[in-house]
């Protein structure tokens, strides 16, 4: 599993040397882009960086960082004056205090990352863990990734700590308007009771992503000169009678045939 990013968590005078690691994995079906043309030779669209002023590509390598100051003025800056600005604090995930999990809106989520720790910290870490796991409490820390300070939850798990990226609250985007409207007592007993007849214990490893499965199944059937079968597209009707609606799906969840 490749390293994301190394780092050290930092609680006072504690110091646990980690590094983090991606929590999750691409699968999905990846497509090239291609040119439409009469030959059938189907090629690969190739992307160039090109200079406007002398007209030639630019390699990888001569590419510099530049901040626009003023329309059509900039400043550049090098990776190592990025590093001189960096504090010791912002190179490690510097703890500022503990939250209970509930303090935290999920909508402020980013992404996901394993905390490993490196050769020495193994038992601060473990300390940290247990500490956070019985508090039932996460650390809320700061750092430094790249260019970019991020907010980081650390929660802990029955076998690691897992550090959670998360949005700072003015990249939060405001809840759009919703008309609120009243809803007949009737109406939620028959919600809550289809919620209670179809709840069961969540287990990831029961899930899969159909739709890739098809998407395979339909590329093989293009490998193999056949045309692809569509499927079947049946729409639901629109749910007049809210109450109607709710007792014949309750009444599919009892059978089991609401489609999982």
Excluded: W
């Excluded at 909508?107 to 038992?123: A, H, N, T």
């Excluded at 692809?228 to 729409?235: F, K, P, R, Y």
Aim: neutral net charge; contains cysteine.
């Amino acid at each position: 599993m490749p390293i994301a990013h190394k780092s050290a968590i930092s609680v006072g005078m504690l110091y646990v040397p980690v590094s983090l690691h991606k929590t999750t994995r691409e699968t999905g079906i990846s497509f090239n882009q291609l040119c439409k043309d009469d030959s059938g030779k189907h090629q690969r669209i190739k992307y160039q960086k090109i200079c406007p002023s002398c007209g030639k590509e630019v390699k990888s390598s001569e590419i510099i960082k530049g901040f626009e100051y003023e329309k059509g003025k900039y400043v550049t800056i090098t990776e190592d004056e990025l590093e001189r600005i960096k504090t010791k604090k912002d190179k490690t995930i510097h703890v500022i205090h503990f939250a209970k999990i509930t303090d935290v809106d999920p909508i402020m989520f980013d992404r996901d990352y394993y905390l490993v720790p490196e050769s020495g910290g193994e038992k601060a870490f473990e300390l940290l863990r247990q500490a956070l796991l019985s508090s039932k409490k996460i650390a809320i820390a700061k750092t430094v990734m790249g260019n970019k300070e991020e907010l980081v939850a650390l929660y802990p798990t029955k076998n690691d700590i897992i550090a959670k990226i998360l949005f700072f609250k003015e990249e939060i985007q405001p809840i759009p308007s919703i008309n609120k409207v009243q809803v007949d007592k009737k109406e939620l007993e028959m919600a809550k009771t289809l919620i209670a007849s179809m709840t069961e214990p969540f287990k990831a490893e029961e899930y899969e992503d159909e739709y890739q499965a098809k998407l395979r199944e339909a590329i093989q059937t293009k490998i193999n000169g056949q045309e692809i079968v569509v499927a079947g597209n049946e729409q639901p009707t629109t749910a007049i009678d809210l109450m109607s609606a709710l007792q014949q799906t309750l009444e599919m969840a009892n059978n089991h045939s609401i489609p999982s």
